[in-house]
């Protein structure tokens, strides 16, 4: 049996119908930029998450970046995040001029250790970053409390977790701002790239939609320095067809992780635990194992396609050694690295396929 890590053909043989409708009718109206179905599908998007504002941009990476700049962000400035993420939350907090700190992980949830946060405030610091990674909410209470206590502001980074509830909320809709991504394969994906900024702060919106349009106020007439980075109309046609499965396919994510957490049994490998504030999303599905290496070359001799998110700290990447952090400066993420590795998890998979899948973990000595 061969099972890829994510396979979109797929999923797109399951929506064809629907998706070419929508995509040919945008073709037919003629219009590309700023139509109806991205101002539409911000409103859906943002009633789904449940905030007051939605405002379509071209990647998550923009969206952080302009958020950071929607809160005044720049030169100097601090802005605490983990070093176990994508390289796009750290990309966005530089790109803005600010530094990043780092805050290690929590070994149980993955996310942003929130008893270490308070030791690396300084007055510098501005934003907190809490990053949602695999589709698990980090601890929003503390970081909240951290937050007001110090005047921070705090970004959600939910590129991760579409639809995740942290004590009955959607993740995004928790902080100032809240950032998701629609890369092809994020839980809620596009046919190209895009990404949201979430809010319910009319100020924050309105600065966030001037800087994401030249700065314009209207056609011509430039109040604030800009760039251009808007979700285009195929992008949203066909996000909004996808939105209405979100759901479903968010359910079927939880039932093949709940059958991967009560069927793996073998003493080498940790599952993830769940905390009970969460309602996870599983984007991935990361399990861990000292002898990580060795583990995904077995499975790739039995077909199966697996990878590592995220093989090295953000602080050990060649771009931002001029932080100047050392081996060892976080050691739960570092720990990790060596040993985490990410299941195939779609809502694609067929039973046989995660049944295929657990049978061969279980066999790995
Ligand atoms: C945690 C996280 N943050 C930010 C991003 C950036 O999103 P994009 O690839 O749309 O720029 C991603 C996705 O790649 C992500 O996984």
Same mark, same amino acid.
């Given at each position: 049996?061969?099972?890829?890590?994510?396979?979109?053909?797929?999923?797109?043989?399951?929506?064809?119908?629907?998706?070419?409708?929508?995509?040919?009718?945008?073709?037919?109206?003629?219009?590309?930029?700023?139509?109806?179905?991205?101002?539409?599908?911000?409103?859906?998007?943002?009633?789904?998450?449940?905030?007051?504002?939605?405002?379509?941009?071209?990647?998550?990476?923009?969206?952080?970046?302009?958020?950071?700049?929607?809160?005044?962000?720049?030169?100097?400035? #601090?802005?605490? /995040?983990?070093?176990? +993420?994508? &390289?796009?939350?750290?990309?966005?907090?530089?790109?803005?001029?600010? @530094? !990043? *700190?780092?805050?290690?992980?929590?070994? #149980?949830?993955? /996310?942003?250790?929130? +008893?270490? &946060?308070?030791?690396?405030?300084?007055?510098?610091?501005?934003?907190? @970053? !809490? *990053?949602?990674?695999?589709?698990?909410?980090?601890?929003?209470?503390?970081?909240?409390?951290?937050?007001?206590?110090?005047?921070?502001?705090?970004?959600?980074?939910?590129?991760?977790?579409?639809?995740?509830?942290?004590?009955?909320?959607?993740?995004?809709?928790?902080?100032?701002?809240?950032?998701?991504?629609?890369?092809?394969?994020?839980?809620?994906?596009?046919?190209?790239?895009?990404?949201?900024?979430?809010?319910?702060?009319?100020?924050?919106?309105?600065?966030?939609?001037?800087?994401?349009?030249?700065?314009?106020?209207?056609?011509?007439?430039?109040?604030?320095?800009?760039?251009?980075?808007?979700?285009?109309?195929?992008?949203?046609?066909?996000?909004?067809?996808?939105?209405?499965?979100?759901?479903?396919?968010?359910?079927?994510?939880?039932?093949?992780?709940?059958?991967?957490?009560?069927?793996?049994?073998?003493?080498?490998?940790?599952?993830?635990?769940?905390?009970?504030?969460?309602?996870?999303?599983?984007?991935?599905?990361?399990?861990?194992?000292?002898?990580?290496?060795?583990?995904?070359?077995?499975?790739?001799?039995?077909?199966?396609?697996?990878?590592?998110?995220?093989?090295?700290?953000?602080?050990?990447?060649?771009?931002?050694?001029?932080?100047?952090?050392?081996?060892?400066?976080?050691?739960?993420?570092?720990?990790?690295?060596?040993?985490?590795?990410?299941?195939?998890?779609?809502?694609?998979?067929?039973?046989?396929?995660?049944?295929?899948?657990?049978?061969?973990?279980?066999?790995?000595?």
């Amino acid at each position: 049996m061969k099972i890829p890590f994510i396979d979109l053909i797929k999923q797109y043989s399951l929506i064809k119908n629907e998706i070419d409708i929508s995509i040919r009718s945008v073709f037919d109206k003629g219009v590309f930029i700023s139509g109806k179905n991205v101002n539409s599908f911000e409103k859906e998007f943002s009633q789904y998450i449940g905030t007051k504002y939605g405002i379509g941009v071209s990647s998550g990476t923009d969206a952080l970046l302009i958020s950071l700049l929607a809160l005044g962000i720049g030169d100097e400035d #601090e802005v605490i /995040t983990v070093p176990n +993420t994508a &390289i796009a939350t750290v990309a966005a907090i530089t790109l803005s001029g600010a @530094i !990043p *700190v780092f805050v290690d992980i929590d070994p #149980e949830t993955y /996310t942003i250790d929130s +008893t270490k &946060i308070e030791e690396k405030i300084t007055n510098k610091t501005k934003v907190i @970053i !809490p *990053v949602h990674l695999y589709g698990y909410p980090a601890n929003m209470d503390p970081i909240k409390q951290i937050a007001n206590k110090y005047d921070l502001k705090i970004i959600e980074d939910a590129c991760q977790a579409h639809g995740a509830e942290y004590k009955g909320k959607k993740v995004g809709s928790i902080g100032d701002i809240g950032c998701f991504s629609f890369y092809p394969t994020k839980n809620l994906g596009a046919y190209g790239d895009g990404g949201m900024m979430l809010t319910n702060n009319k100020n924050i919106a309105d600065k966030i939609r001037l800087l994401q349009n030249y700065g314009q106020k209207e056609k011509n007439l430039s109040i604030i320095k800009g760039l251009n980075s808007r979700l285009d109309e195929i992008q949203a046609a066909i996000l909004r067809i996808k939105l209405k499965k979100l759901d479903k396919w968010n359910n079927r994510r939880r039932e093949i992780a709940e059958m991967y957490t009560h069927l793996i049994k073998n003493s080498v490998i940790t599952v993830p635990k769940k905390a009970v504030f969460a309602k996870n999303v599983y984007h991935l599905y990361v399990v861990r194992t000292k002898f990580r290496d060795k583990f995904k070359s077995f499975l790739e001799s039995y077909g199966i396609q697996t990878n590592i998110h995220y093989p090295i700290p953000i602080y050990l990447q060649t771009s931002y050694l001029d932080l100047e952090l050392k081996k060892g400066a976080f050691p739960v993420t570092e720990k990790f690295a060596k040993e985490i590795l990410s299941l195939p998890i779609y809502p694609e998979l067929s039973n046989r396929e995660i049944e295929y899948i657990i049978n061969t973990i279980n066999q790995f000595k």
